[in-house]
Each structure stands twice: as structure tokens, then as C-alpha cells.
């Protein structure tokens, strides 16, 4: 390995990541007592102790940005509820907790049996039936590895088991299974499915016991099925029965379960409720949960008044994410590469003095913690921490960033070590090379704010700008971007003068060459400086007032197209397109709220035409006003008894607010290029039509609501699977 390039130092382990799960803390026990207990998940812990003591009568809901260590959050308190006094004690005492705190939690759990379940990841719940049973199954599992006797009734899956163990019920479910409903279990008897049932886990199992809840509904097998009321009834008979002092059901990556069930909340929000009056409280962790309602969703205030009032928002300090970026940058163990990579450290130390320490104030971190992260500048660690929080999903984490090695194709920190040294012209890991990472290479995964600003790169680089200027540019956007997020609130993220010497320095660009440079590129009419007031201000990219004003004017164009438009430009009838036999048996048609009725007017003049056919209509929406919209719709046209005629309601399924808006902002930027740059024309169009791939994609892997004059209240199909059977079984019908 050559000894002028990083990698001679480093032995990242590419197995390392410290995204913790359950499995993670269970392979390393001791793991939670490392946990850094800050101020957000003091909360956390104080919150829990409020509800225990029945100080308050409520669930709790933990929400954060990515990468902010959720997981290892809440993971963490079930651990601190499991554990001896002198494991707690211990904790509160490394980390000096108040001991009033302390006393006050040891007190609840000695005043009784604690049960703490934990669940991970709701993306296969769609509807109460699979809500109620992933409950049961936890808490049955929690109940079994505590070893306390279920002195309850049986749970669900149990009773099913114990119901088909019946000769004459098993003949008439297996009847059922190869008989009308042969194609959803894909030819399976009675006893493959009580095989399955034993053997299956996780989201298999969900999606098995989906299919005989169809069957329970549709047949009326109550003993297959089983409600919330049901629900909460169980779990107060397990509380009493077992003599408990609280079950505390700890439910993470919860987010996709408010995405997947928008319209039905009922169920959820009736067993949140238990917590009133009963000791059972979930702790559901999100991401922010501002986004996961419309606020005019009347259901909205009252599913937020069953948790504690503020939600648990917890954050990463920037001093963990030091601790964690130095961790997962492990080195080479050999003495004297670990000897040599110390003279080089304190090196490359010495080349930071004012950036380090700004950074060390801000931070509020110590001079080992910065040189673990060496050699990221600075200035770039604390940059990479908050960029990784501005994705829609994980896929760039600073993690991913640091331990991710697939070189050229996405130039993480590894491809770095590989191709720099500590005798190189610039040996530090500076702003402007996170770019390919986290914008060539991820920019689909940016929040719509982020890009917007990114975005302009590509505008400004069509000018002839050297390869410093394009650094330079890359840093000011990736400043402004993210001071933008935080809502300028942290001094070293402000692109000014200063703060782009800094991010240089010890660079190649050091001693004010970046400054000088970011000058030219005002000159040059690439950026601009923003007024901040007080004589201060900050570069920017340029954008003039009269480029704002035909943009917007051009905005306004593009948000008078009709929903209908989008569905056909997003090709959205692919995402419910029928094959096979299904094809041959339907007439489709596709439509949204405004053409709704014109449609099914028409389809209604012409029934006679489409012989031998079963006319199904499948809506969408732009947006939740929307979707209620096309609901009353379904209703009063099959109240009408007119039409005969099959509604497929994909409409739970909307573009939403941030896709239509990043679709209008990008179509916008198309139409003002269009003849002055034909290439960012195109591109800011490909950009606008991604908004309605992802609302395509979403739709495909959504949940549907059928309805007939047979069904007026609407059938759920929680996947496409579910959907094609549904409509096999109205044909035979």
C-alpha cells in the first residue's frame, strides 16, 4: 500500500455502522450504558417517568430527522426499564443524571411489573386488522421471553391455530382456501397455511394473516378476526390478570403506518386511547411529525392530544456526531502506522487554527474529538452532520459517507484516503468534495429546499469557471443550503467572507484565496451579496429579480393545469394497469376530482357498448383535499344507483404538498430555459417529472379502497395483490 496516500492509516471496517437496532444492542449488551444521555432524551426519560407515575394519562411520540439516533434512543429507555436498581443507578451516576429523576423512575419500577415490548417498522401494517395483530403478537412474544404466564385469552394467531385444529373447521377453511379463493393463497391447503403460520415472521406473516382476515370478513368468521375494541379489551385482561404495573410498547420506524393509513385512523387512535384510563402506553417513533398530516385533517388534534404534550423530538448534539464520525473512522492497528499517523495528525492540526476553533465553540467539543475526524476538515464535519439530516430517507448518511466504499461511483471518504495524502497541495477533506456524494449522487434523495438551492450549480457552471471556482461555488451553495435549513441560526454555516476563508483553510486555498476567489464569482455575475443587515451579508446564488419575476410568472402557469394533466404526464395509469385475464374483462378508465363526474356520465351513455365488460374507474388526487373530495364522490354516484359500475379509490395515495411543489418549482425553471439553455431545460424537467415518478412508484405500493354497489362503504386492498383478487372476485360476482 503506498505510504503518500491516507489509506496507509486507515482500516475502516465496512460492516461498521452505528445505525442502532435491536439486534445490535442484543449482541452487545452493555451497549446502552454508553449512550450519551443529552437533553432530548432526558426528556424522553422524564416523559416516560410522567406517564408511569400517571402523572399524565398518555402515550408518548418520539419524532426526528434521520441519522439523529431514534433507535438508539428509545432502545436505550427500554433498557433502562429492564434493568436492575444497580444497573440504573450506575448509568445515572457515569453520565451524572439528577438523582431526583433517578429515585423517582427506580420508584415506579419497583411499584411493579413493567412489560416493555419493542416493534420495528410498520411499513406492512395497512388497516386495523393487520394493526391489532402485529399488537397481539408483540406483546405475546414480550410476555414469553419475560416468562410470565399469558393468563389472557389466547392471542390471535393462537386461536386461529387452535380454531383449524378442529376437523370440521379446518374441511370447511380448506373448502375455502382451494376453492373461491384459491388465487390468493397461490394454491395453498388448509394445513400449508397452519404450516406457514407457525413458520412465517415479520411482514410474511403480516401478509398471511392479510389474507385469511379477507376471508374472515368476507365469511364472517369471527373467531379469524378480531377489532380494536377487541383489542383493548385483551390488553386491560393481560394487565389485570398478570398483575402489572404498565405495559410500555415501544413502536420504531412508525412513520410509514400514518403514510399507509391516512384514511383510517380510528382504530389507532382507539387504542392510543387505552392509556386513559388503563397502563398501556406506546411510545411511536417517527420522523417530523408535522408532515404526516394535512392540517386540516380534523383527525389530526386529536390523535396528537393522546400523546405528551411536546412530542420527544430528539436531536443529534453535534459533539456526538464527532464521538460517532471518529468512531466509524477506525485505524490501522499497527504501532508504528498508528505512531507515524500521530506526527501526521498534529500536522494537519496545526493547519486549522481559526476553523477549528469556531468549530470547537459551536461544537462544543474537544481537541481529540477533532482529531479523530482528521483528515475532514472541520468545517466539513459539522457541514456533513446536518446535510445527512436534509435527505427524504437514509441512503446519505454521514455514515454512508465515511464507511461506504465504492470509489469512483460515489466518492465518499474512502474514495478520499485512496486518492489524497498528507502531502498533498490540499490534504484536508474540504466542503466542496461532499458534493458528488451527496448531490451527484444523491440529489433524488434530497428534500425539495435543499435541492432547489443545489441546483443552481448547473446553471452557473455553463460559465467558463476554473476548477477553483467550481470548489468554491459548491461550498457557497452546500453553506447556503443548509443555513437556509436551520434557519440561519448557526454563525459558520452563513456563507459570508469569513466563513469561506475558513472552510479553506489549511487547504491549498488558504490565506484568503477562497475569499478572493468567491469575489470573482461575484464580479463574474455568478453570485451575489445577499444584505443581511447591520453592514453584514452573504453570497448567494445569483438569481436577478427579473429571472424571479418570469420564473414565478411561469409557476403560475404550471399550477393551472388540471389534476388529470399530472395523472397523464406521471403515466400514472401504469401503477393500476390489469393484465391477463383481468384486461380482458375490464374497461378502465382513470381519472381525478374534476373530470370525475363528466366521466362516469360518458361511461354511463355508452354502457352498452362495452358488452361482456365491467366498467371500473380508478381515481386519483393531487392533494388530501382531494382525496376527501373523490371519496364523496364514490359515495354520492353509488347512492345515485345509476351507475353500474366498479371505483377504485387510489386517492389515499396524493402527490402531496412537497412533490407538487417541487413539480411546479422544476417545470417552472424548464419552461424560463427553454431556448436560452436547452440542456437546463431538459434537465429541470427530468427533475419535475421524478415528483410524479415517486408519486407513481408510492401509488404502486399503496393501498386501494374498492367499491360496487354491493360494497358502498368500500373494500380496503392493502396491495396490488389484494386489488387483482378483489376484482377476480367481483367478476365472478
Not at 419524532?63 to 428509545?74: Q, R
Not at 427506580?106 to 411489573?113: D, E, I, P, R, T
Not at 345515485?640 to 396524493?654: C, E, K, L, R, V
Not at 393501498?703 to 392493502?718: L, M, N, W
Amino acid at each position: 500500500m503506498p505510504l503518500d496516500i491516507y489509506r496507509h492509516y486507515f482500516d475502516i471496517d465496512p460492516d461498521y455502522f452505528p445505525a442502532v437496532n435491536e439486534a445490535v444492542i442484543n449482541n452487545n449488551p452493555d451497549m446502552w450504558k454508553k449512550y450519551f444521555p443529552h437533553a432530548t432524551f432526558i426528556k424522553l426519560v422524564k416523559d416516560t417517568v410522567s406517564v408511569l407515575r400517571k402523572e399524565q394519562k398518555r402515550s408518548i411520540w418520539v419524532e426526528g430527522a434521520y441519522g439523529t439516533g431514534k433507535s438508539h434512543a428509545v432502545l436505550t429507555l427500554k433498557k433502562l426499564l429492564d434493568a436492575t436498581e444497580d444497573e440504573t443507578r450506575d448509568y445515572f451516576q457515569k453520565f451524572q443524571m439528577d438523582n431526583d429523576l433517578f429515585n423517582k423512575l427506580q420508584g415506579a419500577k419497583n411499584s411493579g411489573q413493567i412489560l416493555t415490548v419493542h416493534r420495528y417498522g410498520s411499513s406492512s401494517i395497512r388497516g386495523d386488522h393487520n394493526l391489532v395483530f402485529a399488537i397481539q403478537e408483540s406483546i405475546e412474544k414480550a410476555l414469553k421471553e419475560k416468562g410470565i404466564d399469558n393468563k389472557g385469552n389466547s392471542a390471535l394467531k393462537g386461536a386461529i391455530s387452535k380454531w383449524l385444529s378442529d376437523t370440521a373447521n379446518k374441511s370447511y377453511f380448506n373448502s375455502l382456501v382451494t376453492g373461491e379463493y384459491a388465487s390468493l393463497f397461490g394454491g395453498d391447503n388448509a394445513d400449508n397455511i397452519v404450516e406457514k403460520l407457525n413458520s412465517l415472521s415479520g411482514d410474511a406473516l403480516i401478509a398471511l394473516m392479510d389474507k385469511i382476515f379477507k376471508v374472515a370478513d368476507e365469511r364472517q368468521i369471527k373467531v379469524l378476526s378480531l377489532d380494536t375494541t377487541g383489542l383493548a379489551n385483551w390488553i386491560k385482561e393481560i394487565i389485570k390478570a398478570n398483575n402489572l404495573k404498565a405495559i410500555v410498547f415501544i413502536w420504531d420506524e412508525f412513520t410509514e403506518f400514518f403514510n399507509n393509513n391516512t384514511r383510517s385512523l380510528t382504530g389507532f387512535q382507539e387504542i392510543a386511547e387505552i392509556s386513559e384510563t388503563d397502563p398501556f402506553y406506546m411510545i411511536i417513533v417517527t420522523h417530523k411529525s408535522a408532515g404526516l398530516f394535512d392540517d386540516a385533517d380534523k383527525d389530526k388534534s386529536k390523535i396528537l392530544d393522546r400523546f405528551v404534550k411536546p412530542t420527544c423530538i430528539i436531536e443529534l448534539p453535534e459533539n456526538m456526531a464527532f464521538q460517532l464520525m471518529g468512531a466509524a473512522m477506525e485505524k490501522n492497528s499497527d504501532e508504528a502506522v498508528l505512531e507515524d499517523w500521530e506526527m501526521t495528525v498534529e500536522d494537519l492540526y496545526d493547519r486549522t487554527h481559526d476553523s477549528r476553533k469556531i468549530v470547537k465553540s459551536s461544537a462544543n467539543i474537544s481537541d481529540k474529538e477533532l482529531k479523530d475526524i482528521l483528515p475532514i476538515h472541520p468545517y466539513t464535519a459539522l457541514l456533513l452532520k446536518h446535510i445527512s439530516s436534509a435527505f427524504d430517507s437514509n441512503q446519505r448518511s454521514m455514515f454512508d459517507f465515511i464507511k461506504n466504499d465504492r470509489g469512483d461511483e460515489i466518492k465518499g471518504f474512502q474514495w478520499f484516503i485512496d486518492n489524497y495524502g498528507p502531502d498533498d497541495d490540499n490534504p484536508l477533506l474540504t466542503i466542496d468534495m461532499l458534493w458528488e456524494f451527496f448531490y451527484d449522487k444523491g440529489k433524488e434523495y434530497l428534500s425539495h429546499d435543499i435541492r432547489s438551492i443545489l441546483d443552481c450549480y448547473s446553471r452557473a457552471a455553463t460559465k467558463q469557471l476554473d476548477n477553483n471556482e467550481k470548489r468554491v461555488l459548491k461550498t457557497v451553495l452546500l453553506l447556503q443550503a443548509i443555513s437556509q435549513k436551520v434557519g440561519d441560526s448557526v454563525e459558520l454555516f452563513i456563507p459570508n467572507e469569513k466563513n469561506i476563508n475558513n472552510a479553506f483553510e489549511g487547504s491549498d486555498m488558504d490565506g484568503g484565496a477562497a475569499g478572493r476567489c468567491t469575489e470573482k464569482l461575484v464580479r463574474d455575475e455568478v453570485l451575489y451579496k445577499k444584505p443581511l443587515g447591520g453592514g453584514k451579508f452573504q453570497y448567494s446564488a445569483l438569481v436577478n429579480v427579473g429571472d424571479m419575476a418570469a420564473i414565478d410568472k411561469f409557476k403560475e402557469e404550471v399550477k393551472r393545469k388540471t389534476t388529470s394533466s399530472l395523472i397523464n404526464e406521471g403515466q400514472l395509469p401504469e401503477a393500476v394497469s390489469l393484465g391477463g385475464a383481468l384486461k380482458l374483462r375490464y374497461e378502465m378508465r382513470y381519472v381525478s376530482s374534476s373530470d370525475f363526474d363528466s366521466t362516469i356520465k360518458l361511461l354511463r351513455n355508452q354502457e352498452s357498448s362495452f358488452a361482456n365488460k365491467i366498467v371500473a374507474v380508478v381515481c386519483f388526487a393531487k392533494d388530501d383535499s382531494e382525496s376527501v373530495v373523490v371519496g364523496k364522490k364514490i359515495r354520492d354516484a353509488l347512492q345515485d344507483g345509476t351507475y353500474n359500475m366498479t371505483f377504485i379509490d387510489a386517492s389515499t395515495t396524493p402527490l402531496g404538498k412537497d412533490g407538487y411543489e417541487q413539480y411546479c418549482d422544476n417545470m417552472a425553471q424548464s419552461m424560463y430555459y427553454q431556448g436560452k439553455d436547452n440542456n437546463q431545460a431538459r434537465q429541470f424537467e427530468t427533475n419535475a417529472k421524478d415528483a410524479l415518478k415517486k408519486w407513481k412508484n408510492r401509488i404502486a405500493s399503496g393501498e386501494f379502497i374498492v367499491y360496487t354497489a354491493d360494497q358502498k362503504d368500500g373494500k380496503r386492498a392493502t396491495t396490488l395483490e389484494m386489488l387483482y383478487s378483489e376484482l377476480f372476485d367481483i367478476d365472478k360476482k
